[in-house]
């Protein structure tokens, strides 16, 4: 199962309460490209489809579709503030290759 952080989901909440969609969820998938074959990538959407695992954690939900369940088993989303900015990001045991 996938995770979240204390601190992503405090910014998740505020950034779902700033754009109007305080129930919409972050989906969170695994798609082709990259430098080791896959990136992450991540959106907010209002609905989870159907086959869609749906994983409410602290009060907000986070959607991951069956293809990208395998790859993210164990993952934990994470909110990091950096001198570029912040952003959420995706620590993967499972990563056997980064760039």
Known sequence: MITITPEAVKQLQGFLVEQGTPEAGLRVFVAPGGCSGLQYGMTIEETA??????????????????????????????????????????HNPNAVASC
């Open 49 to 90: 489809e159907e086959g869609d695992e749906v994983i409410e954690m602290e009060g907000v939900r986070l959607l991951v579709d069956n293809f990208s369940a395998m790859y993210l088993e164990g993952a934990q989303v994470d909110y990091v503030n950096s001198l570029m900015g912040g952003g959420f990001t995706v």
